[in-house]
């Protein structure tokens, strides 16, 4: 990153384009590293999330100690838990900001994938046992459709969330465009400042842009149903 002979006074303006077009490189490797850590720990969290969601949607047995397991990891203060990781994963790899970023994850969509399970129709599940489908065809075929509407809602929570965590992970020497918030913070300079808490929303909104989009094409019967709700209503 550039280095400015002095960042005090009228030296350092509000934001300053030189400095992008500067550190465009830099930035853009922030910003390809930002993505990486967001969308890798949000496809973990989804992969470990879906199958135990759905034993805890099957047994309360299950369902207490995974929420409660879920629950423990997400209120646990990520500085505090990048501390406990260091020891055994090393500072500065993938492997410590993944498992946090990871964690993080779990509560909101267990949360919401149960959710979307106990809220698919008993007729449904019905229907599907005439039809002579077994438990496992009736959970791909009926139950895990009907209840992606939640868990899309989920997903987008989660990656909203971890797209803001991935800043924090620049105390352990990755952070993506948390690399540019430091940096800024560190030698007085609001550009690199700006240009990290501008691309992290605009990472965002465009993350969840990208989720809306592939709802709409994989669970079409919601909008159809939120279409008569609204004309219903109109009525």
């Given at each position: 990153?550039?280095?400015?002979?002095?960042?005090?006074?009228?030296?350092?303006?509000?934001?300053?384009?030189g400095?992008?077009?500067?550190?465009?490189?830099?930035i853009?490797?922030?910003l390809v590293?930002?993505?990486a850590?967001?969308?890798?720990?949000v496809?973990?969290?989804?992969a470990?999330?879906?199958?135990?969601?759905?034993l805890?949607?099957?047994s309360?047995?299950?369902?207490v100690?995974?929420?409660?397991?879920?629950?423990l990891l997400?209120?646990?203060p990520?500085?505090?838990?990048?501390?406990?990781?260091?020891?055994?994963?090393?500072?500065?790899?993938?492997?410590?900001a993944?498992i946090?970023?990871?964690g993080y994850?779990?509560?909101?969509m267990?949360?919401?994938?149960v959710a979307?399970l106990?809220?698919?129709p008993?007729?449904a599940?019905?229907?599907?046992?005439?039809?002579?489908?077994?438990?496992?065809?009736?959970?791909?075929?009926?139950d895990?459709p009907?209840?992606?509407p939640?868990?899309?809602?989920?997903?987008?929570?989660?990656?909203?969330t971890?797209?803001?965590?991935v800043?924090?992970?620049?105390?352990?020497?990755?952070g993506?465009?948390g690399?540019?918030?430091?940096y800024?913070?560190?030698?007085?300079?609001?550009?690199?400042?700006?240009?990290?808490?501008?691309?992290?929303?605009?990472?965002?909104?465009v993350?969840?842009?990208?989720?809306?989009?592939?709802?709409?094409?994989?669970?079409?019967?919601?909008?159809?149903?939120r279409r008569?709700?609204r004309?219903?209503?109109?009525?």
């Open positions: 990153m550039a280095v400015l002979p002095t960042v005090a006074g009228t030296t350092n303006p509000f934001f300053r384009w400095y992008v077009r500067q550190d465009w490189s830099q853009q490797g922030d590293q930002h993505v850590l967001s969308v890798l720990a496809a973990i969290g989804a470990i999330s879906i199958p135990l969601a759905v805890a949607s099957r309360r047995l299950v369902r100690p995974v929420f409660g397991v879920a629950s997400y209120i646990i990520s500085l505090a838990l990048f501390v406990f990781l260091i020891p055994y994963t090393g500072i500065g790899t993938y492997t410590t993944e946090a970023l990871v994850t779990l509560l909101i267990i949360w919401n994938t979307g106990d809220a698919v008993g007729d599940r019905e229907a599907a046992t005439a039809l002579g489908y077994s438990p496992s065809a009736s959970l791909l075929r009926v895990l009907l209840a992606l939640f868990i899309f809602a989920g997903l987008r929570v989660a990656m909203a971890v797209i803001g965590l800043t924090v992970t620049a105390l352990i020497g990755l993506g465009l690399q540019q918030i430091t800024g913070f560190t030698i007085g300079y609001n550009t690199p400042i700006i240009v990290g808490l501008v691309l992290s929303v605009a990472l965002a909104a993350a969840d842009l990208l989720l809306v989009g592939a709802e709409r094409l994989l669970v079409p019967w919601s909008r159809r149903r008569r709700r004309a219903g209503g109109a009525a």
